[in-house]
Structures are given as structure tokens and as C-alpha cells.
């Protein structure tokens, strides 16, 4: 498997946990689950690449670290010697905190540096906290990893971004797989006729290419077979909310002809929010809470590539 250029021959698994928008809980949710993970005896590393807004480390109750990405672009320090102990379990985090670097400014070859390193790194799972929105590099980081993790809020500018996010991604993995085979133009052009070919979203566009070049469609099939995607529902207030989850899989299939697996939800808890003004790790200091239950329950799930398999009474 090769993605933006970099070959995934690798030990382990990348979990990307992204969304589009901020503020719907990625960070909280990648610490949770890292932590959770560490308790099951993983070696974790867990990385922030949220450019211009890491705060990773604080929620694992650690003082801004001295050393981060930064060192990474800028003195050409190998990302392995970044990991900082997190003192839970076997984990470790990268900072992302960039003082010089936005993420539109890192270069095309920076970006291949980082991929190779993060790869590379000694580790049973690696974590990614993605920033927010949908720039080019967010998009390519997502799309490295073995399992892409969607966190929404059940509220439809957090819905209408989370689209966007995945569509965008899903463009350009399509316009990457088939570069190598010199067909990325045509996907360009189609798209950009798309009036003409009577084609309204990104699903009808794989078909239309599917049936205008019929060796195509083994190649799509090939490449876009691992797209899949893990949603988890954030802030949950009623059983309608999750309903949400439902419906964002039949829109995904419908539209972008993409395999979305809804693992899990949670809950809105007044405990997280406390923990985090608390600096604390909250999988830590309340491990025995609902929430914290329900963290565990769909971490377990995308270990296992399952679904939800109750609702909110």
C-alpha cells in the first residue's frame, strides 16, 4: 500500500483521529483513548499535529514540553527522540507545538519526512490528533493512517464540516491512487465537467469512471478498498442524537460511496469538562465513570472493526 508518496510497510497501526471542525473533542478523545490503550498494556505513541493549537499534553496533565515538532523541521531532529513519557503505562506523546511553521507553510518534502518518520517509530499503536479544517496537509496525514476516526458533535455545522473533511479526503486519495497510473487528470477533468457528465456527488464520479474506462475500475477497487471510516458521536444529549450516527453512514454510501462504521457515542458529561480544567488525565482520575466506559466500549469496537451494538435508553 503506498499513500502520498510514502509506503506503509510498517509494524502496528496508525489511528488518525480527525473531523474538520475544532472543538468537537478530538484532542480529549485521542488522549482517552491512548490512555485507554496504555492500560491494556500497549506501547502507545501519541502525536499532535494540531499546528498552532497543541494542547495534547494537556490532557495528560503535562507542562507545555520543551520539545516538539519544531526541533523535528527545524534542526532536523529524528522524531523518535521527541516521544516525551507520559507516565501512563508504555505511552508516550509528540508535541505539535510549531511557533514558526503554520500547516499551510510545511513543505511537500517535510511532509514526506514526517510520514517516513511516524512510520518508523517503535510503537503497537500511534495516535494522530489532527487540527482542524481541511488543508492539504491535514488531509494527507488522515489519510496515512490505517484507521481514519471521525469525531462529530451532533449539531450540523460539526456534520456540514465533517462532510466537507471526508469528501476532500476522499478526492484526493482518488486523484493520488491513479496518478501512478497516469489518470489523475482525468479525474480532474471529469470532476470539473461534471454538468456534462450528469455527475452530482463523488459517488456517481467513481461510477462514471468506472464505466468510461473499464481497466479503472480494478484499480479504484483496489485502492480505495481500505477507505473506511470510524465515526464516534461526541456531546451526546438524547437517543435522537444518535440516531446521527445512522444516518451519516446511509449519506456516506449514498454520496461518496464510502464504508462508515458508527462505533460508538459519548455521552455529554459534566465530569470531562471539570477534568479537563483540572489538567488531569481523565481516563485516570475517573476510570470508573459511564464515560469512561462508554471510551473504553468504542476504542474496543475500532480494535475490532465493529459497530455499536446498543442505543442510549
Known amino acids: 500500500m503506498e499513500t502520498i508518496g510514502v509506503k506503509k510497510n510498517k509494524e502496528g497501526e496508525i489511528w488518525a483521529i480527525g473531523g474538520g471542525k475544532g472543538g468537537t ?4 478523545i485521542t488522549s482517552s483513548m491512548g490512555t485507554y490503550l496504555a492500560g491494556k498494556g500497549k506501547r502507545i505513541v501519541l502525536i499532535d499535529v494540531d499546528i498552532g493549537g497543541a494542547n495534547l499534553h494537556s490532557f495528560l496533565g503535562i507542562s507545555r514540553p520543551k520539545k516538539s515538532l519544531s526541533f523535528f523541521f527545524e534542526k532536523g531532529v529524528p522524531l523518535s527522540k521527541l516521544a ?14 510549531i511557533h514558526s511553521l503554520a500547516s499551510d507553510s510545511i513543505k511537500f518534502t517535510q511532509k514526506l519526512k514526517l510520514f517516513r518518520h511516524i512510520l518508523k517509530l517503535n510503537k503497537q499503536y500511534v495516535l494522530i490528533d ?9 488531509i494527507d496525514t488522515f489519510l496515512i493512517a490505517d484507521k481514519m476516526i471521525v469525531v462529530l458533535e451532533p449539531e450540523i455545522i460539526a456534520i456540514e464540516n465533517m462532510y466537507h473533511f471526508i469528501k476532500n479526503s476522499l478526492f484526493r ?141
Open 25 to 28: 473533542g478530538k484532542t480529549f
Open 84 to 97: 516525551l513519557k507520559t507516565g501512563i503505562g508504555d505511552m508516550y506523546l509528540i508535541s505539535g507545538d
Open 130 to 138: 489532527l487540527g482542524g479544517g481541511s488543508h492539504k496537509n491535514t
Open 173 to 313: 486519495k482518488l486523484k493520488m491512487s491513479l496518478r501512478s497510473y497516469g489518470f489523475k487528470e482525468i479525474v480532474e477533468y471529469m470532476w470539473e465537467s461534471r454538468e456534462k457528465y450528469k455527475i452530482n456527488n463523488l459517488n456517481e464520479l467513481i461510477e462514471c469512471l468506472k464505466n468510461s474506462f473499464s481497466h479503472i475500475g480494478d484499480i479504484l477497487d483496489k485502492e480505495l478498498s481500505d477507505f473506511k471510516i470510524y465515526l464516534i458521536l461526541n456531546k451526546v444529549r438524547s437517543s435522537q442524537d444518535i440516531i446521527i450516527g445512522s444516518s451519516i453512514k446511509s449519506i456516506f454510501m449514498k454520496y461518496l460511496g464510502v464504508e462508515a462504521q458508527f462505533v460508538g457515542y459519548l455521552e455529554y458529561d459534566n465530569t470531562i469538562w471539570r477534568s479537563i480544567r483540572e489538567r488531569k488525565p481523565f481516563m485516570m482520575n475517573y476510570g470508573t465513570s459511564r464515560s469512561a466506559k462508554e471510551i473504553g466500549t468504542f476504542t474496543e469496537n475500532i480494535l475490532q472493526g465493529r459497530e455499536i451494538k446498543h442505543s442510549r435508553s
